[in-house]
């Protein structure tokens, strides 16, 4: 037996499917043909007419089942002798027809119905018909043909198919001779024409008509003797017509021509059925993210010069729709951005820093209560998102991510969807956008001209517009502010915080592995040390390789961690004077200029010293003078503007600092060696909180020129580092990196 037999016993309630011997099952496309009854089980024994001597046994309860789940499909044992047009009417629903169809059928079953009013003993002969026909036409004023034999036959059918009105439909659209009268030839050359019309060029019909024709006529044996036959039978029929190619071409699926003609892309887009998503039930469950570039111009906040076209990475919660973190500034999209991204999706958005009007009150009038760290980050497959840095961090936070494949945004629709709405509702607005260029019909237009808006404007009024519109906005799919989905589900789940501030950076810093040594451990051409650093290599015979985090907008600390001991511990950088609140973007730029002052060599600390006072003495004036949309982005990148921004939104705001750090080195350096012993005392000072950085002896009695805020920081290390009880930093100009 087949996998259709089954032993089990039906109960009587099953014996309700009646069919008789010859009638037929369509089972998922396959025709079986009904034999006899089957009483255990109750059903039938079903054969197939393509393989001889091989019986089924069908259960009633199966066959009830696949008819109300639509994979069967009884055949009337009449139907099979139908044509093929009635047979193909048949297996159509009654709303397939067409109104013309539809008149048709519904007009030729009121002469059926009146042969069925006549009774049994109607004889259907040629005059009892004629007068029943015409009867009927002009009692409903039918002038449409109905003689007597078609009549007949109509009925004749209708009651063959159990009075069903579908086999009435007229076979117009099987009319026609359907057999190919074009030549062999010619239809290559139609195949080989319609390939060429299918490309991404996009050529006209008429264009590749010509080399249907030139084909055609090369099997002729060339133009020349065309034109001969021609001129002997002006009739000859030598190549296809142009509306026999257009018919070909136009008869090419829709998915085909638009895959082929306009790209795989635009099929999708058209062609690809839209679905309900995916299915998020908790918040932060699902969070999608990914890059902006804002045609918008900003200008700088001290001076008004303009600096460029900013780029803005932002994280959506796809179950309430609230904006989980975003980071802005002139950082390409890179692991830096988007770890900043990251770490203010997890962190606490304060807002109580931010511009109040001048009575007082706060701009932003609600609160931002989005934080915790993700189940699911949905990114794209940009080369910032695949960065090995970041896979640690989404490892080390316990986030799992999800890489869309290429070329289908449609799979993070949520940030997709946000992105057009921030461009057109929120940037469009201000001055200095940045046109399209087929939407800018003034070639005059310059935006650098136009800007106003300063990038710490541009964040605070994206804060306010996230804040204070899209949070409070309703949400589609479910008719409710945002902001009340978000807080009535974490109420009840709420997403998982990081355990402590201080491990932010530990999770979502750069990843590096270095060698620790007894110097501290090297890198960027800087050494780290530290005492916890000399008392873990304590622990190993040899010198270890150590997993090193670091904060890509401030060299002057990175973290070791060791994930098996779970241990993590801070290192310092050996010259904070240099390192403090410099980036790795500047430092890289720092040390190629100062490659190009040095020369053929090693670099020394006074070389970068100096390239870095150069850098942003030339980054500053270069602010002020007219140079283009590129240069200006990219000094503002080197400069660090705007890379606080998001930083100040969840840190403490004690004091404010510059942005662009250097050393002024018409102040006089100090020998550290000379002054070791008064320097420790100055940090056990300040510890204790008896004296303050101007307290510590000076060598110098002359003034120092005045120097930015930030880099007249103290140099002393964390209160809670330990401090070694003698220290002896090496001479600047005998080391290459210390």
């Known amino acids: 037996m087949s996998q259709l037999d089954n032993g089990v016993a039906d109960d009587q309630q099953d014996n309700d499917v009646h069919l008789l011997p010859g009638d037929g099952i369509n089972l998922d496309g396959k025709l079986y043909i009904v034999q006899s009854r089957s009483t255990n089980p109750h059903g039938y024994i079903v054969t197939d007419p393509l393989v001889r001597g091989v019986e089924h046994k069908m259960r009633n309860r199966d066959i009830k089942d696949w008819h109300d789940r639509q994979r069967l499909r009884f055949v009337m044992a009449s139907e099979g002798r139908f044509p093929l047009g009635k047979q193909e009417s048949l297996e159509r629903s009654l709303r397939a027809f067409t109104d013309v169809e539809q008149t048709e059928m519904y007009r030729r079953q009121r002469y059926c119905l009146e042969v069925d009013a006549r009774g049994k003993r109607f004889e259907r002969t040629e005059a009892n018909m004629t007068a029943l026909a015409d009867g009927v036409a002009e009692l409903h004023g039918d002038t449409a043909p109905h003689g007597w034999a078609s009549v007949n036959e109509w009925w004749v059918d209708w009651d063959r198919a159990g009075r069903d009105i579908r086999v009435l439909c007229p076979s117009y659209r099987r009319r026609g001779n359907r057999e190919r009268r074009l030549e062999p030839f010619m239809l290559k050359a139609l195949q080989n024409g319609v390939k060429e019309w299918l490309d991404l060029g996009r050529p006209k019909m008429s264009t590749r008509y010509i080399n249907v024709i030139a084909e055609c006529m090369n099997h002729h044996g060339g133009e020349d003797i065309c034109l001969e036959i021609l001129k002997a039978d002006p009739e000859a029929w030598l190549w296809p017509s142009y509306k026999t190619f257009t018919i070909a071409c136009r008869s090419v699926d829709r998915t085909t021509k638009l895959s082929r003609r306009q790209g795989p892309q635009a099929a999708r887009a058209e062609?690809?059925?839209?679905?309900?998503?995916?299915?998020?039930?908790?918040?932060?469950?699902?969070?999608?993210?990914?890059?902006?570039?804002?045609?918008?111009?900003?200008?700088?906040?001290?001076?008004?010069?303009?600096?460029?076209?900013?780029?803005?990475?932002?994280?959506?919660?796809?179950?309430?729709?609230?904006?989980?973190?975003?980071?802005?500034?002139?950082?390409?999209?890179?692991?830096?951005?988007?770890?900043?991204?990251?770490?203010?999706?997890?962190?606490?958005?304060?807002?109580?820093?931010l511009p109040r009007k001048e009575d007082g009150s706060p701009i932003i009038k609600?609160?931002?209560?989005?934080?915790?760290?993700?189940?699911?980050?949905?990114?794209?497959?940009?080369?910032?998102?695949?960065?090995?840095?970041?896979?640690?961090?989404?490892?080390?936070?316990?986030?799992?991510?999800?890489?869309?494949?290429?070329?289908?945004?449609?799979?993070?629709?949520?940030?997709?969807?946000?992105?057009?709405?921030?461009?057109?509702?929120?940037?469009?607005?201000?001055?200095?956008?940045?046109?399209?260029?087929?939407?800018?019909?003034?070639?005059?237009?310059?935006?650098?001209?136009?800007?106003?808006?300063?990038?710490?404007?541009?964040?605070?009024?994206?804060?306010?517009?996230?804040?204070?519109?899209?949070?409070?906005?309703?949400?589609?799919?479910?008719?409710?502010?945002?902001?009340?989905?978000?807080?009535?589900?974490?109420?009840?789940?709420?997403?998982?915080?990081?355990?402590?501030?201080?491990?932010?950076?530990?999770?979502?810093?750069?990843?590096?592995?270095?060698r620790a040594e007894r110097r501290g451990i090297r890198i960027f051409g800087l050494r780290y040390r530290s005492d916890e650093l000399s008392m873990y290599r304590n622990g190993f015979d040899h010198d270890p390789m150590v997993e090193v985090r670091y904060d890509p907008q401030d060299l002057s600390v990175i973290h070791v961690i060791d994930a098996e001991k779970g241990i993590s511990f801070p290192a310092r950088c050996s010259r904070q004077d240099y390192a403090s609140g410099l980036s790795e973007?500047?430092?890289?730029?720092?040390?190629?200029?100062?490659?190009?002052?040095?020369?053929?060599?090693?670099?020394?600390?006074?070389?970068?010293?100096?390239?870095?006072?150069?850098?942003?003495?030339?980054?500053?004036?270069?602010?002020?003078?007219?140079?283009?949309?590129?240069?200006?982005?990219?000094?503002?990148?080197?400069?660090?503007?705007?890379?606080?921004?998001?930083?100040?939104?969840?840190?403490?705001?004690?004091?404010?600092?510059?942005?662009?750090?250097?050393?002024?080195?018409?102040?006089?350096?100090?020998?550290?060696?000379?002054?070791?012993?008064?320097?420790?005392?100055?940090?056990?000072?300040?510890?204790?909180?008896?004296?303050?950085?101007?307290?510590?002896?000076?060598?110098?009695?002359?003034?120092?020129?005045?120097?930015?805020?930030?880099?007249?920081?103290?140099?002393?290390?964390?209160?809670?580092?330990?401090?070694?009880?003698?220290?002896?930093?090496?001479?600047?100009?005998?080391?290459?990196?210390?």
């Open 271 to 353: 062609m690809h059925p839209v679905g309900d998503g995916p299915d998020v039930r908790l918040p932060f469950q699902r969070v999608e993210a990914d890059f902006k570039y804002l045609r918008i111009f900003v200008v700088d906040d001290a001076t008004g010069f303009p600096l460029g076209t900013p780029y803005l990475m932002a994280a959506i919660d796809c179950f309430s729709g609230m904006i989980a973190g975003f980071d802005i500034g002139f950082d390409p999209p890179s692991y830096v951005s988007a770890a900043r991204c990251l770490k203010h999706v997890i962190g606490f958005k304060k807002l109580d820093h």
């Open 366 to 514: 609600n609160a931002w209560p989005v934080n915790g760290v993700p189940r699911t980050f949905v990114l794209d497959n940009d080369a910032a998102f695949h960065a090995e840095s970041f896979e640690k961090s989404a490892k080390a936070l316990n986030c799992h991510i999800d890489y869309v494949p290429p070329g289908e945004p449609w799979e993070k629709g949520k940030i997709e969807r946000f992105w057009g709405t921030v461009q057109t509702a929120y940037v469009d607005m201000f001055p200095g956008n940045v046109l399209r260029i087929d939407k800018n019909p003034d070639v005059t237009y310059d935006p650098r001209k136009d800007a106003t808006i300063t990038l710490s404007q541009l964040r605070l009024f994206i804060t306010k517009a996230l804040v204070d519109v899209h949070h409070i906005g309703i949400e589609p799919e479910t008719y409710k502010r945002r902001i009340d989905i978000w807080n009535d589900a974490v109420a009840i789940n709420p997403p998982r915080p990081v355990r402590d501030h201080g491990s932010l950076l530990e999770l979502v810093g750069a990843y590096k592995k270095r």
């Open 585 to 738: 973007h500047q430092h890289k730029v720092i040390q190629r200029r100062a490659k190009e002052i040095a020369g053929l060599g090693r670099l020394r600390m006074a070389e970068l010293l100096v390239a870095k006072k150069e850098l942003f003495d030339l980054g500053m004036s270069m602010l002020k003078g007219k140079k283009s949309r590129r240069m200006s982005a990219r000094v503002a990148h080197f400069l660090g503007i705007g890379r606080e921004l998001i930083d100040e939104m969840h840190r403490h705001h004690e004091q404010g600092g510059e942005t662009a750090k250097f050393l002024d080195l018409e102040t006089p350096v100090e020998d550290p060696e000379d002054d070791a012993e008064a320097r420790l005392e100055q940090r056990r000072q300040q510890r204790e909180g008896t004296a303050s950085p101007v307290d510590a002896p000076a060598k110098h009695t002359e003034p120092p020129t005045e120097v930015p805020a930030a880099s007249t920081e103290p140099i002393a290390s964390d209160p809670a580092e330990p401090v070694p009880a003698r220290t002896r930093p090496r001479r600047i100009m005998k080391v290459k990196d210390d």
